[in-house]
């Protein structure tokens, strides 16, 4: 086996269709009338106007033309009508090259043609998937710049034709050398290098017979397992990396998923952490490394994303992972490389790659991973790390302070997600903003000194030096006891719920609070933090009836109904097919219906949690002095039963305007934490017009729960997020653009922003 391996590989968009299945992804085209928050409004933008702007090519004259169509995958859709004397309706020229930014489906596409504006999925079976109603072929062309051609030589151009797959094949000899040679004709450049690849098993049956016959008339076959490793790949964070080959035991991958409201499982979610520190590097006999013994010169390769990984110099993992995870948030910011390669696991043990040292390039369209010198790695790791600021904790404010007091300038007092939530009672419009309060920094450190615990991180600071990772992991653990034993300040505690009085009224005693961390050292222009901090609920109801017996009082008896139903089918779900990560759902399921939630132990977990041993890790990483970072909270009502959770990203540049992307998921399923890691999410991207917040274009690709009809945000809700999203785009003033946006679709239905902060640019 050679011990250099090479994956190269054209990742697979997550708005792309499998030929076969064209189209069936819930693609939905439509124009979004839109307010721009100042009562102007701004009408939807004609399709048809656009195409002289890049809705399509007719010819690709180079490669060049390839990435200028499709610059994020380098998969191209095409049209090929099948007569061009007449040329059907539409459809005027040999070859029709879809532009990918705008056109992720051929349907999408075609309903931009003159005469195919209404056109239904029926009606596009009919004119190019059903053999005796087909005008036009339409198929897909693909890069593979590392896969053996069978005429000698090294690259393929591969393409495919849809179909609806059945026992026949749905063409011909005849059909498959004319497509072939009007790609030729069209895109000259790649002649030498196209093949063709059948994707049902009725054409792979009939091109396996006659093998010598299509190659003696210039059509060459590969099937799709030959293209190569990496079909189905994904590139979440493109870049370059070096490291040593660690494949996480799969048994680890989720132990360590924290149950942010379990308070007997603090210390088995809190304490297996990275500490950052090589001289611990464990391995098990089978050669799999524990989570915990993971560190910033590792790349990890995975069956699928720990959520809980501290800092390392790459992840690539076998299934599928959520793009918007804080996990891929916290490696973005880094520029750390993160993809999903099929098989991974087994290629890396296959080719004796465990434990060297590699080189990794991932890309859009390739994944390479190669042996490396320890020279190259070192010049690369002294280069490649960060150093943020950390702003200076104000540390004279005392006052629990409601969200609309708030602005940019308290972040020193109360931390930045306090000081975004204050932006946003004056950015968006009542119901659309979460109401709340914040804790400030000198509440903590005031119980930080009280507690001895201040006292013992300066001694950790003193010794850090020396001591041995156990010894590290055993200092954190004893400052985090000693912030979560002492009791609160009853002070505090009586104007967190004079605070709650006044936002909830008599509700206060009865609904979930939710505590969230609002440090100086999370949601940076530079530096996130996303996921190293805890959240808590807590109830007053709970603290008043004194029986420690669960539920919670605020628990309503519809949420337990929707609970019950939901550890049902999660017991169900492992009882068929067991898993860590469904064992771990439904644990945390299983908590959220019995144990009662108390107002000053949520208050002491989020602020433990500065002190994690992974939030410990990656200030050292990031060279962030401990005694500078403080803990503010931001607390606000718990969004019980929400219909949808979402993560939006807003302000990236984008083809036709000011780009949006939404991604999200329902049934009680978390977007940046997602329980089921191999979930697919929905994605809905659009852009707004430069002159006006309307978003000119929205497209679905609808994947959630495996029912691709199942559309969480209908036209309505569409046009509410956009007018809400347009009011941020006008009336907030971030360090810069883009931003991550967090929000619930409610129980009632409103569109709820939960937070926002700055997405950090990778370095």
Same mark, same amino acid.
Not at 682 to 703: G, H, K, L, N
């Given at each position: ?391 200076? @904790? ?24 306090? @000081? ?344």
């Amino acid at each position: 086996m050679p011990r250099q391996l090479t994956l190269a590989l054209v990742l697979v968009a997550a708005c792309a269709e499998r030929p076969g299945n064209e189209d069936r992804d819930g693609i939905d085209d439509t124009s979004v009338t839109d307010t721009d928050g100042a009562g102007s409004v701004c009408g939807p933008v004609d399709a048809e106007a656009s195409l002289d702007e890049g809705g399509f090519l007719n010819t690709l004259a180079s490669s060049d033309d390839l990435s200028l169509l499709s610059p994020e995958t380098g998969e191209v859709k095409f049209l090929l009508p099948v007569a061009l004397d007449p040329a059907p309706a539409g459809l005027d020229a040999p070859c029709f090259f879809q532009d990918m930014t705008r056109f992720s489906f051929h349907l999408d596409f075609l309903r931009t043609r003159p005469g195919w504006e209404d056109l239904t999925w029926d009606g596009y079976v009919d004119l190019s998937l059903d053999p005796s109603t087909r005008v036009a072929l339409s198929g897909e062309l693909s890069v593979w710049p590392f896969t053996p051609h069978p005429r000698g030589g090294q690259g393929v151009v591969a393409f495919t034709l849809a179909s609806e797959a059945g026992p026949l094949s749905a063409f011909t000899l005849d059909d498959l050398v004319g497509a072939a040679a009007r790609l030729r004709q069209c895109a000259p450049w790649l002649a030498n290098a196209l093949v063709f690849v059948p994707t049902d098993a009725a054409t792979a049956s009939l091109v396996a017979l006659v093998p010598q016959t299509l190659s003696d008339r210039g059509v060459d076959v590969l099937s799709l397992d030959a293209l190569g490793v990496g079909l189905g790949s994904r590139a979440y964070v493109s870049g370059e990396t070096y490291g040593y080959v660690r494949v996480l035991a799969e048994d680890d991958d989720d132990d360590d998923h924290e149950d942010e409201d379990d308070e007997e499982d603090d210390d088995r979610h809190d304490d297996a952490r990275a500490s950052g520190d090589r001289g611990r590097r464990g391995a098990t006999a089978s050669g799999t490394t524990a989570l915990d013994d993971l560190g910033p010169d590792d790349v990890v390769i995975a069956s699928h994303a720990p959520p809980e990984l501290s800092i390392v110099a790459g992840l690539l993992t076998d299934a599928v992972q959520s793009a918007h995870s804080h996990l891929n948030l916290r490696l973005a910011e880094k520029g750390t490389p993160s993809a999903t390669v099929p098989d991974i696991v087994d290629t890396v043990r296959d080719a004796g790659l465990v434990g060297t040292l590699v080189h990794v390039v991932v890309t859009d369209h390739r994944v390479a991973v190669e042996p490396a010198t320890l020279e190259d790695a070192r010049t690369f790791w002294d280069q490649h790390r960060p150093r943020p600021d950390v702003p200076v @904790a104000d540390l004279t404010r005392r006052d629990v302070a409601p969200f609309d007091t708030l602005g940019r300038d308290d972040a020193g007092a109360y931390g930045s997600k306090a @000081a975004w939530l204050g932006e946003l009672q004056r950015a968006v419009d009542a119901p659309h903003r979460a109401e709340g309060f914040a804790i400030p920094f000198a509440r903590y450190q005031e119980h930080f000194e009280a507690s001895g615990a201040a006292a013992r991180a300066r001694q950790l600071a003193r010794d850090a030096a020396t001591l041995t990772p156990e010894a590290l992991a055993d200092a954190l653990d004893d400052i985090r006891d000693r912030i979560r034993d002492y009791p609160l300040d009853p002070e505090l505690v009586a104007e967190i719920r004079a605070a709650a009085t006044d936002l909830l009224g008599d509700a206060a005693a009865t609904t979930r609070l939710r505590f969230r961390s609002s440090s100086n050292a999370e949601d940076l222009p530079t530096w996130s933090a996303a996921g190293l901090y805890r959240s808590a609920s807590g109830c007053f109801g709970d603290d008043d009836d004194d029986d420690g017996d669960g539920p919670s009082r605020c628990r309503s008896d519809a949420e337990l109904d929707v609970l019950d139903t939901r550890l049902d089918a999660a017991e169900a779900a492992y009882a068929q097919a067991p898993s860590v990560w469904l064992d771990d759902w439904i644990d945390e399921l299983r908590s959220d219906r019995d144990e009662e939630r108390y107002v000053a132990v949520a208050v002491r977990k989020v602020w433990a949690s500065l002190w994690g041993d992974r939030a410990y890790a990656e200030r050292r990483y990031y060279g962030v002095d401990d005694a500078d970072v403080k803990m503010g909270i931001a607390v606000n009502p718990s969004f019980a039963l929400e219909q949808v959770d979402a993560v939006v990203e807003m302000g990236f540049d984008a083809p036709h305007g000011w780009g949006v992307r939404v991604v999200s998921l329902a049934d009680g399923y978390s977007v940046v934490s997602p329980e089921d890691p191999t979930i697919d999410p929905e994605v809905i991207t659009f852009a707004y017009d430069v002159d006006c917040p309307t978003p000119w274009s929205v497209r679905v690709q609808s994947r959630y729960a495996g029912d691709p009809d199942a559309r969480l945000w209908s036209d309505d809700d569409l046009g509410d997020l956009a007018t809400i999203l347009g009011q941020l785009r006008t009336r907030l003033e971030p360090d810069h653009w883009p931003v991550e946006i967090e929000l619930k679709r409610t129980v009632d239905g409103e569109l709820v922003i939960k937070q926002v902060r700055s997405v950090p640019a990778s370095p």
